[in-house]
Structures are given as C-alpha cells and as structure tokens.
C-alpha cells in the first residue's frame, strides 16, 4: 500500500486471474485485457496505487438490483462453465499462448480456463458445482426430446439476444461473475466508507478503475453489442443507496451508452452524457439530439472523422458545463477506446494524448467529485492497451500526492528535437504482439509518415458545438 497520505487514494481492479477471465470474451480476441495488464505491470503503474483488488466476484443477488431474474438465471446457469465438445480448441490457442507467456513472469497465470474456474471457486468458497441439464443443454438421448428442448433453447436465445454479437460462450457465468464484481468492488475497499465530500474532507477524494468493465449495451433482460451485464448501473444504483444525491455518467466510447441512458431515464438522481458516432445503421442506432431530456439525460451525437480540436471544444464548452449545472457528487467516466485514431472501426480520429486530457480536464475540474473511470469499447488490442497505461500513468501523476519521477511515454533528455515517437514498449512477456508496428514503438499510430497513422476526413461542421449549446441552454 502506497500514497498513504496523497489528497487522492486510489484504486484498480487488475490481476493476471481477471486479465485472463476477461479475455474470454470473444471481441476481446484472447488478449485485449492481458495487454493491458501486461503494459500496467511493465511501467510498474500497479506500485502506486493504494488499494488493488485481484480477486472480484459478485453475487446474482446484485446482478438483480438491475437485471430480471430469468434473464440472470440463464446467463448463471453452471452447466455453461465448462468447453463444450464441439467448441474446437484451435479457438482458445491464442489465449492460452497468452496464458504461457503470462506464466513465464508470472507464476500465478493459469494455463487453462478450468483452472480459473478452480481458483475462483476456492477463493470465493464454492464447492465444484455438479453439471446440471438445463434448457440450454443439448446433450439429450432421446430425439424427440431433443428436438423440442432445441427449439426452446433457439427461443430463449433469441429471447434475450444471447445469439449474433451476443453469444453465449465457454465459462460464461465466471466471466460474469468476475468482470461485474471487478467494478462493483471498488466501492468496497476495506476500511473505506465512501460518502460525499464537502469542503473540509476533500482529502478523502477517491478514484477508482476497472478496465476491463463499462459494459453500457446490457438492457434489464436482453443482451446488446458484446454486453450482457450492464455493470455500470448496478454500480450507479450502489452509489446512490450509499448516499450519493447526484451522480454524472459520462460516456466518451464510439457507440452510444443506451443501455444507461435507458435504465436512468426518468432519474432525477443521475445525469447521463454520452458522446457517440450517430450515423445511419451505426449501432445501436440511437442517442440522437431529440432523444435528450433536459439537462439529465444528454446525447451529443457526433459525425465520421471526430478529432482532438473538436473534443476539446466540445468538452469545455458542452461538457464541462453541462456537468457543473449538474453538480454531481460522483462523477463514473465510460472511457472507450474506439474512437482511436488506429482501432478497427476507423471512425474517428482522437489520439492517445487528447482523450487523455480531456478526462484527466474533467477530473480536475470537479475536486468534489470521487470518479471512478471504467473500460469499454476497443477493437485493437495493442492499441487499446496503450491507451489505458497511458491514461492510467497520467490520472496516478496528475492527482496522487507526488509528481511521479518519469514520464515514460515522452522523451524529455533531447532539447530542440522532438524524440517522442522514438518511445519503444517496454521488453516484457507480451512484447511479440507488438513487434509488427514498426518495431515496438509505442506512438506509431499517431506519427506523421507511419504506415499505421491513416488520417480521415472530418464530417463534424464548426457550428455542431454551437448547436448543442443552443439545445442545452448552457452559458
């Protein structure tokens, strides 16, 4: 435990065990969230923070304070943590190469998704749980059976959209019960009681992290855009049943936050903004300006080509206000990062550097506010993985109670000659999947002449920002 008299305590839920939980989700392609704390244990991010929570879980009883109950109890059902037969184990080659590399440095990697299962059992004091049938089984021996139990499994699917992007997968109900309880957990950090700060207690200011949560798709009973429990308004009801009058959700990821925006309607308690690409057919086809309502429920929707001039416009002169008529107590930021000029949708164009001020400008500005900052969207790992060492690196320096000694990200020794884009990722056990970006330099993708920085065309008009002021009322 660090920072022990820093204004700030601070907070992640990371480990190797929930690294490799959550790269079971299949958009993860094996090793999104196994980047990311692979990149945090190799600048020594971890080292800074007051309080780490390794081992989450979260219970269905809390997964209920939002979600149905049928819809919970198909998405729990046992039988589904284990790899089924027919799934072929060519699928999970990739993770458990990432599982070897991972064992190499660090002895508490797991090697198979049986044994997470087996660490999280004991450390949550479960027994082995015996495979049930369930109407999702289909190991049935008589045919006829089998053809009706397949239809109501085809129906129940479809029901919950647990089928296209929302499949279910091998040990689907440990991944739940982890990555939920990875967000859910920060609000129980021992000894802590967290409660709105005033004045005089603002030594007491909180800032927590999960990157591998903000699942904002995930509607009360249906599964939506790779989301399934929506973690970030379970975690909205907590803080208000521990007080908290107003919160702010702020949404910064490239698909809007309808799964939120949804559940906090009619909320006078939660103010919800969401900043998103809104274009025809771009999921989830929602979040226009019309869809708003007041000053709690804001929709800034946002054209192809999104660039750092127009989120810094748009933060301070939208944003920022917005919040501050607000005035919330708690401040939840839903940092995606497939707006990222490099990631896989190529839609918009911010760098690592610009949604990274922006945030830490919104953090800074409300010092009554604890934050919690959670992951989201991002569809190029290696990318994805730079992007939250980086952003965490700069909220540890910004707020704790001493300027760390190092910026590894920028080169500062060489006067008059820029040396940034030299930077290289650190050597450490994931460093081969960054070999091909032009050998392991860790801003290739925002260098002028790289063969990975591809400009786009910016559809967003100067006067958008204008637009919104006038529909929002803000000064």
């Not at 219970?59 to 799934?87: A, C, G, R, T, W």
């Not at 994931?430 to 002028?448: A, L, P």
Request: hydrophobic residues 35%; negative net charge.
């Amino acid at each position: 435990m660090t920072n022990i008299n820093s204004m700030v305590k601070f907070a992640i839920s990371t480990s190797q065990f929930q690294s490799q939980v959550s790269d079971l989700l299949p958009c993860n392609k094996s090793l999104k969230s196994q980047l990311i704390w692979g990149l945090l244990k190799a600048y020594k991010l971890l080292d800074h923070f007051d309080y780490i929570i390794t081992d989450p879980s979260s219970s269905k009883e809390e997964m209920l304070q939002f979600h149905d109950k049928k819809y919970v109890e198909i998405l729990l059902d046992e039988s589904l943590n284990q790899l089924p037969n027919e799934v072929a184990e060519e699928k999970f080659e990739q993770w458990k190469h990432l599982s070897e590399l991972g064992k190499g440095d660090d002895p508490d990697a797991f090697l198979s998704p049986n044994d997470l299962l087996k660490y999280y059992n004991k450390y949550t004091n479960q027994c082995d749980i015996v495979r049930k049938r369930t109407v999702i089984d289909t190991d049935f021996e008589d045919e006829e059976e089998s053809h009706s139990s397949n239809e109501d499994q085809r129906s129940i699917l479809k029901e919950f959209n647990l089928e296209g992007d929302c499949p279910m997968f091998p040990f689907f109900p440990l991944y739940l019960k982890v990555i939920t309880g990875a967000t859910l957990k920060l609000l129980d950090i021992p000894g802590s009681d967290l409660r709105p700060l005033d004045i005089d207690s603002l030594s007491d200011r909180f800032i927590g992290m999960n990157w591998d949560g903000g699942r904002h798709h995930a509607m009360k009973r249906k599964a939506s855009g790779f989301c399934y429990i929506n973690d970030i308004v379970i975690l909205l009801q907590k803080l208000r049943k521990k007080g908290f009058k107003k919160i702010t959700y702020l949404d910064f990821d490239l698909h809007h936050g309808d799964g939120v925006e949804r559940a906090m309607l009619y909320s006078k308690n939660v103010q919800t903004i969401s900043l998103h690409l809104y274009e025809v057919g771009f999921f989830p086809c929602t979040g226009s300006l019309k869809e708003s309502r007041g000053t709690n429920t804001i929709n800034l929707p946002l054209m192809h080509g999104f660039n750092d001039k127009n989120l810094n416009e748009l933060t301070a002169q939208v944003v920022l206000p917005c919040i501050q008529k607000f005035e919330p107590e708690f401040i939840v930021i839903q940092c995606g990062s497939d707006g990222l000029i490099g990631d896989s949708f190529h839609e918009w164009q911010l760098s690592i550097r610009g949604l990274t001020h922006n945030i830490i400008k919104i953090i800074k500005q409300f010092p009554q506010c604890h934050v919690i900052l959670l992951g989201g969207g991002g569809y190029n790992p290696t990318l994805s993985s730079r992007f939250y060492s980086y952003l965490t690196w700069n909220v540890l320096n910004e707020f704790g109670s001493e300027h760390l000694l190092k910026n590894p990200f920028e080169d500062v020794h060489f006067q008059g000659k820029d040396t940034t884009y030299d930077i290289l990722i650190p050597d450490h056990p994931y460093n081969e999947f960054y070999g091909d970006e032009e050998h392991y330099k860790f801003w290739i993708y925002e260098q002028d002449g790289s063969s990975l920085y591809k400009p786009l065309k910016n559809d967003n008009k100067p006067s958008l920002v204008t637009k919104f002021r006038e529909h929002y009322q803000v000064d």
